[in-house]
């Protein structure tokens, strides 16, 4: 079992620990991300999150059908 870093409290919405990643983002769709965060009022974590299990449930709705 993989130990995960972290201030061991759980989130609400996960029944498992969260698995911590690094991702670099080019700085136009890093702001894009920033901006959709604030209008939504959450975290920037939440909007990519949502946005990767949404593209798993429809890969083909990603916009790069050639994978």
Do not use: C, H
């Not at 972290?6 to 702001?31: C, H, N």
């Amino acid at each position: 079992m993989k130990k995960t870093r972290g201030s061991g409290k759980s989130m609400k919405t996960q029944s498992t620990p969260a698995v911590r990643a690094s991702i670099s983002f080019p700085p136009d769709l890093y702001e894009t991300l920033e901006k959709l965060a604030k209008q939504k009022k959450v975290s920037l974590a939440w909007v990519v999150r949502d946005a990767a299990e949404k593209y798993i449930a429809d890969p083909s709705a990603g916009g790069n059908s050639s994978q």
